[in-house]
């Protein structure tokens, strides 16, 4: 995993408006896809995933959106709320029960 | 979703010494792997527990220094051997059930002095 020491990029947004986190990823045999978000003092918690031979997924309240031309992965949260301000990381996975290779992270607040 | 605690929460250690932490899942998983996250930072794999046999190392990590054990399949362990600050971490355990997502325990704080 990729690793940009203490100072993570943050994303700070007004609760209410909706919340886009990006990811690069790096492996372009990388067929699987997943954001986690983690608060702290807790693991990582799934959110959603995403499979390469899809290009959007929904989930409640999250958009997962798959670029694999530019190998690029974003989670896009409608009306961003103060329960979720956390850290939130992409990572892929090239097969089946092989390892996960997390991305830096980047820390989302959400202003009151 | 399988759920997964682990033990201990979180300890401080002497270096030199050796901390096993405990990872059990409520049910039978085919996959357990072992994650350090360093402060701040992002989660890196140690190793994929393997039931019945050896754990298979990431690069960078080695038997000697962080022993796995799996008796079953809803078990396992994760030692620190000869712990040193640079140990400092939080080390989490992850599943893998029926599915291909992976689902991750709290974690455990250990900081070493």
């Known amino acids: 995993g990729e690793s940009v020491g203490l100072h993570l990029p943050t994303l700070s947004v007004q609760e209410g408006d909706n919340s886009i986190i990006n990811c690069a990823y790096s492996?372009?045999?990388?067929?699987?896809f997943i954001w986690y978000k983690q608060e702290s003092g807790k693991g990582p918690q799934f959110i959603i995933d995403?499979?390469?031979?899809?290009d959007k997924r929904q989930g409640q309240r999250v958009t997962v959106l798959l670029n694999k031309t530019v190998k690029h992965l974003s989670l896009q949260i409608a009306a961003t709320q103060p329960g979720d301000s956390a850290v939130y990381f992409c990572?892929?996975?090239?097969?089946?029960?092989?390892?996960?290779?997390f991305g830096a992270g980047t820390i989302l607040r959400v202003k009151s | 979703s399988a759920v997964i605690s682990q033990k201990p929460s979180r300890d401080i250690c002497q270096r030199g010494t050796s901390l096993t932490i405990q990872c059990q899942v409520d049910?039978?998983?085919?996959?357990m792997f072992w994650y350090r996250q360093q402060p701040g930072q992002s989660l890196t794999l140690i190793a994929t527990?393997?039931?019945?046999?050896?754990?298979?190392?990431e690069s960078g990590f080695v038997i000697d220094k962080f022993p796995i054990s799996r008796p079953n399949l809803t078990f396992s362990t994760l030692t620190v051997s000869n712990m040193s600050p640079e140990d400092s971490s939080i080390y989490l355990c992850?599943?893998?059930?029926?599915?291909?997502?992976?689902?991750f325990g709290p974690g455990t704080r250990l900081l070493v002095l």
């Open positions: 992850s599943v893998v059930g029926g599915a291909e997502t992976q689902y």
């Open positions: 492996n372009s045999a990388s067929d699987y």
């Open positions: 995403i499979r390469s031979n899809m």
């Open positions: 990572a892929e996975m090239e097969e089946y029960g092989n390892k996960l290779v």
């Open positions: 049910s039978q998983v085919t996959m």
């Open positions: 527990a393997n039931q019945g046999s050896e754990a298979t190392y």
